[in-house]
Every structure is written in C-alpha cells, then in structure tokens.
C-alpha cells in the first residue's frame, strides 16, 4: 500500500516513515503543503497522512483543495493542535480520521489501517481473497490453514491485490503500489516478484488477464472479466 507522509519537520518524518515501512507500506515522504496538493492530484495514493503546520500551503488547505478536486484518498491528520474545535474542522475540510501529537506509533498504524479499511469496504483487518487470509495487523498470510513466510515485496502485493479483490490491477499500478512511485525496479521485476510468490502459494491464487493485469478472486466471488476497449 503507498502512502504519501506530509510533515514539514525532517526527524519526525524520518521516524514515522521508518515505522510505516516497517508495517509494509510504501511511503513517499513530502514537506512542504505545496508540493503534497500536487502529488495528492497527480498521483495514486492509498492514503495521506498529513501534519497540519505545513510550509506554502497548510495541511487542511490540502485536504480542502484535494477534496474539491474530487480526490477521494483517505487521509489520517497528525497534528499538535489538540482543541476540539480544530478536530472538528480538519474533519468537517475531508479529513477520514486525525490524530494529536505526540503519539505512539501503534497507534499510527492502527488508524491508518482502519482509515484504508473503511475505503475499500472491509470489516475487519483480515482480508480474504484467493483462498487466503492476510492479517494486516500482524502482516501475516495463511492459506488452508498453513502459514506463508513472506519477505516484504511478497506481503505488499499480496495485500494490495487482496484489498482490491475482484478488480483487475494493471501491471504499472502494481508496481507502483508495491515499489514506490519514487523507485524504478527493473522491468521484469514484477514478473519474477509473482512467479516466485505462486511457488509459495500456489499458481492460481494471483489471476492474470493477458494485456490487462493481476487479480485476486473475493472470497465467495468470481474472477472478474476484463473490459474490452
């Protein structure tokens, strides 16, 4: 899952991107306000999470421009500004949930987890897709029962495809939510990511659709069908 971290002070980014990281995201750090309306516009993100203090453009000036141009990104507010009444505005300017410094990174992750949850329509942090369960909380796979060892490329695509059970993922969005937008991986690195996860898993969890992309089936669903045109 990518994620773009807005926080103008550099230590305090560096912290909460290590710890993102650690939990399996994919994390584009940015700076300044100016520079995350931007990329929040242009770029496919799973979430936001943003400080409001921001230099150029503050935080909720963000939110409020991402959402009037229709950007539907989940975001998670980190911020100082603990009165009620400002709690209230970043929610009332788009914001899906915001959180007070100083704070534990636990709690971090767990609200961001939730926040990703609501957006794709799923109860729980378990996702089942393609005969299996992946824990997002403890970035676990199981499949009939058996746990999967996973490096950390495996995990992130495997809960990216799971999050969007029954829709097909072009290969670019893919590679985009698994490597970082940032990052150039070689051109078959993909290829040779998946081929090496249906040795673990088996070959008919991940779907293909030829010239279209990678999928997971729903738990309880059908394979979708690609879009002809």
Same mark, same amino acid.
């Given at each position: ?45 799973d979430a936001i999470v943003i ?46 949930? &915001? ?12 609200? /961001?987890? @939730?926040? #990703? *949850? $609501?957006?794709? =329509? ?56 698994? &490597? ?12 040779? /990511?998946? @081929?090496? #996860? *249906? $040795?673990?898993? =088996? ?27």
């Open positions: 899952m990518r994620v773009m971290l807005v926080e103008d002070e550099k230590a305090i980014a560096n912290d909460i991107a290590e710890g993102l990281g650690e939990a399996g995201y994919v994390v584009d750090v940015v700076h300044d306000g100016e520079e995350a309306w931007f990329r929040g516009e242009t770029e496919d993100y400080d409001l203090g921001l230099p150029k453009l503050d935080g909720l000036s963000v939110v409020r421009r991402l959402r009037a141009a229709k950007v539907t990104t989940p975001v998670l507010v980190l911020t100082a500004r603990g009165a009620w009444m400002e709690r209230v505005e970043g929610i009332d300017a788009g914001a899906d949930d &915001y959180l007070v410094k100083p704070f534990h990174m636990e709690e971090v992750i767990a609200r /961001l987890g @939730a926040v #990703l *949850r $609501r957006s794709g =329509g799923h109860a729980s942090p378990q996702l089942e897709a393609g005969g299996m369960i992946i824990d997002t909380r403890r970035m676990t796979a199981t499949i009939g029962g058996r746990s999967i060892i996973l490096s950390a490329l495996e995990y992130r695509l495997l809960r990216y495809l799971a999050h969007h059970a029954g829709r097909i993922v072009p290969q670019t969005e893919l590679s985009e939510h698994v &490597y970082g937008g940032d990052r150039e991986p070689d051109s078959n690195a993909l290829e040779v /990511l998946i @081929a090496r #996860l *249906r $040795r673990k898993i =088996g070959s008919d969890v991940i779907g293909t659709r030829r010239g279209h992309g990678y999928f997971m089936t729903p738990a309880g669903g059908v394979a979708p069908v690609a879009q002809s045109g």
